[in-house]
Each structure stands twice: as C-alpha cells, then as structure tokens.
C-alpha cells in the first residue's frame, strides 16, 4: 500500500502526538533515523536524493544493520496516560530495510525509562515494506509508556497510537468548573461528515490554534445542507460556558453555528449519529466572526446532565476550537 491507508481507529485518540508531551525517550539504535521522527504529527514523506553523514536519511527511526544476537527497541513515555485501541505500524518507504516482524509491550510507570513493570500489549507480528499495520488493541489497562520491538533491526517511519485519555479525576474538586470536552479531560471527536482541510481531532487540543491548519475545516459546500462534528465529553456534566474559537479562519470561517447536546449511552457511531439529529439546542445558531473567540454563556439552554454534543457550522468552513465549560455530574447524579 504505498497510499496512506485510512485508520478504522478514526474515533480514538492519537495518544503518540508531541503536542500532547509524548516523547521518544529511549532507542537501543537510531543510527540511520532519529528516534524523534517516529511520532512525528506529519505524514513520512521521501527525498530521493537526501543523505546526511550516516547515509540515507530517512524519515522515521531506523536502527544500523545488527551484527550482534538481539532486536532493537525504542520507549515512547505517553504524555497524557490513556487506555490503547488500536496501533499503526507504519513502514511507509522502508522497502528493503524494514523490520519484518515487531511487537509492542506497555506499563505504567512514574520513571522515565521503565526498567521492569513490561506487559505484553501486541505480540510478535509479521511486517511488509511501504505499508499501514492496522492492529487492534484488547487491553482495558491505563497505560504510561510503550515499547516498540524491532526483530532484528530496521526502519519504522511512523507508530500512531490510538485510544482514550483516562484522566484521574482525584486532583479536581466535585465543584470544579472545567473544559469538559479538553482532551486532558478525556474529551474526544467521534464523527463528522467532512474534514477535508482540517481533522475534527484538532477542536479540543489545549491553547489556541497555531494556524489554519490547527483546526477543523470542511471542504467548500455544493449541495444545499450544513456540516457538522460528533463528540463526547470526557465526563458527563452540567454546561455554563461554550466557547467557539475561529482562530486563523478568515475567509473561509462558518457563517453561524449550533451546538445541540444529550446525554445517551449509544456506542454505535452509526445510530449515535441519526440520533444526534434530534438532540434538543444547547446552544441556538448564532453568527461567528472571523479570526476570534466567541463566548456563550446567557445564551446557554439548561439541558441537564450532557454526555456528547454535536457542532453545527453553516454551511461549511473552518473552526478552530471547541470548549464545553461546565461541572461535572458525581455519580449519584447519572442517570
């Protein structure tokens, strides 16, 4: 597969992201590639006709020939510790360099570079060349950290790590207003009918929008309707404040936008979205400006205990973050 192959694990968190605090802080060998490279947020890409001191630079990590018994490794520490689904072990333009087998161990440690603590995660698992490896992941534990294995050595240009961050909700109070949709908070995208320009995973990243392309955006729209985005909150809650941040989009910012809300305890993305149709307004269309912050709280609707949202922009554009400010509901609240 020398195009990149879409992840059926599109709902999930990408928990190897270095926005996130993800770091490689351990590899065995990164002679040819530097280990950094493999969590890399960009596609890998290829020059042809780039080299560097070492050879062929590469893009991703690749490790020497080995000439000795053993496998190389390398040691991911998760930024934010949360519960894996699914990987990708991507070997894109690694031809006759790959490894062709590996296997990931996890732990969750408070060290850096965990010496013992390693529990099997994905065994040991045949590669090819140029390709996406789509592995599920069933393991229900809270991970810190993850070791790649490399039999017996070679070149992997990208590991995407997919799941949901298991916030620990000891160091907030009961009372505590807070973004309850903020990926730190276990907040995540689910489903969207288009992201042409811009993922729906960018709407709750911490801080502002770096750029254009630190957002959502949809391509331009042809046919009558509006689009729209699917996502849970990290911990159902009672909604104050909703922000609305067009950052970055200009000419191409939404004209107006709505926010429904429900609590529902639907899976199914394909049912959750039928449904999502009908859930009451949290917030009413309202018109956006370009380029700014727009903050919600008199026109908020008291739905109640929410557990998702859906954001309506219309008819199309860019929005580059979502925040869903509220307390949450203790236990005894649920329904």
Not at 200 to 226: I, Q
């Given at each position: 597969?020398?195009?990149?192959?879409?992840?059926?694990?599109?709902?999930?968190?990408?928990?190897?992201?270095?926005?996130?605090?993800?770091?490689?802080?351990?590899?065995?060998?990164?002679?040819?590639?530097?280990?950094?490279?493999?969590?890399?947020?960009?596609?890998?890409?290829?020059?042809?006709?780039?080299f560097?001191?070492?050879?062929?630079w590469m893009?991703?990590?690749?490790?020497?020939?080995?000439?000795?018994?053993?496998?190389?490794?390398?040691?991911?520490?998760?930024g934010i510790?949360?519960?894996?689904?699914?990987?990708d072990?991507?070997?894109?333009?690694?031809?006759?360099?790959?490894?062709?087998q590996?296997?990931?161990?996890?732990?969750?440690?408070?060290e850096?570079?965990?010496?013992?603590?390693?529990?099997?995660?994905?065994?040991?698992?045949?590669?090819?060349?140029?390709s996406?490896?789509?592995?599920?992941?069933?393991?229900?534990?809270t991970?810190?950290?993850l070791?790649?294995?490399?039999?017996?050595?070679?070149?992997?240009?990208?590991?995407?790590?997919?799941?949901?961050?298991?916030p620990?909700?000891?160091?907030y109070?009961?009372?505590?207003?807070?973004?309850?949709?903020?990926?730190?908070?276990?907040?995540?995208?689910?489903?969207?009918?288009?992201?042409?320009f811009?993922?729906?995973?960018?709407?709750?990243?911490?801080?502002?929008?770096?750029?254009?392309?630190?957002?959502?955006?949809t391509?331009?729209?042809?046919?009558?309707?509006?689009?729209?985005?699917?996502?849970?909150?990290?911990?159902?809650?009672?909604?104050?404040?909703?922000?609305?941040?067009?950052?970055?989009?200009?000419?191409?910012?939404?004209?107006?936008?709505?926010?429904?809300?429900?609590f529902?305890?639907?899976?199914?993305?394909?049912?959750?979205?039928?449904?999502?149709?009908?859930?009451?307004?949290?917030?009413?269309?309202?018109?956006?400006?370009?380029d700014?912050?727009?903050?919600?709280?008199?026109?908020?609707?008291?739905?109640?205990?929410?557990?998702?949202?859906?954001?309506s922009?219309?008819?199309?554009?860019g929005?580059?973050?979502?925040?869903?400010?509220g307390?949450?509901?203790m236990?005894e609240?649920?329904?």
């Amino acid at each position: 597969m020398n195009a990149k192959t879409e992840s059926p694990f599109r709902h999930w968190v990408r928990l190897e992201q270095p926005r996130l605090g993800t770091r490689v802080v351990f590899a065995t060998d990164d002679f040819f590639a530097d280990k950094s490279r493999l969590i890399d947020a960009a596609e890998p890409v290829f020059i042809a006709d780039k080299f560097d001191d070492h050879g062929k630079w590469m893009d991703g990590w690749e490790s020497r020939r080995k000439r000795t018994p053993g496998h190389d490794y390398c040691v991911i520490r998760l930024g934010i510790p949360g519960r894996i689904h699914g990987v990708d072990i991507d070997t894109r333009h690694f031809t006759g360099n790959y490894p062709p087998q590996a296997s990931i161990e996890a732990c969750e440690s408070a060290e850096e570079i965990p010496e013992s603590g390693w529990q099997p995660l994905l065994p040991k698992v045949d590669l090819i060349g140029n390709s996406n490896h789509l592995l599920p992941i069933d393991n229900e534990h809270t991970w810190t950290h993850l070791r790649l294995n490399i039999f017996p050595d070679g070149g992997i240009a990208r590991l995407r790590i997919y799941g949901e961050v298991r916030p620990d909700w000891s160091q907030y109070e009961a009372d505590d207003f807070l973004d309850l949709l903020a990926i730190e908070n276990g907040g995540r995208a689910l489903r969207c009918n288009d992201e042409h320009f811009g993922s729906m995973h960018n709407l709750n990243v911490s801080g502002r929008g770096v750029n254009m392309g630190d957002g959502w955006e949809t391509a331009r729209r042809r046919v009558p309707g509006n689009d729209w985005v699917i996502l849970a909150l990290g911990h159902p809650g009672i909604v104050e404040r909703v922000e609305i941040d067009t950052a970055h989009f200009k000419g191409n910012y939404p004209d107006s936008a709505a926010l429904q809300a429900a609590f529902t305890r639907t899976s199914d993305l394909d049912a959750l979205e039928k449904e999502s149709e009908q859930w009451p307004l949290l917030l009413p269309k309202t018109r956006l400006g370009m380029d700014q912050q727009h903050f919600f709280d008199k026109e908020i609707a008291n739905l109640g205990i929410v557990s998702h949202v859906r954001l309506s922009i219309y008819p199309d554009g860019g929005v580059s973050r979502l925040r869903v400010i509220g307390r949450r509901a203790m236990p005894e609240e649920n329904r």
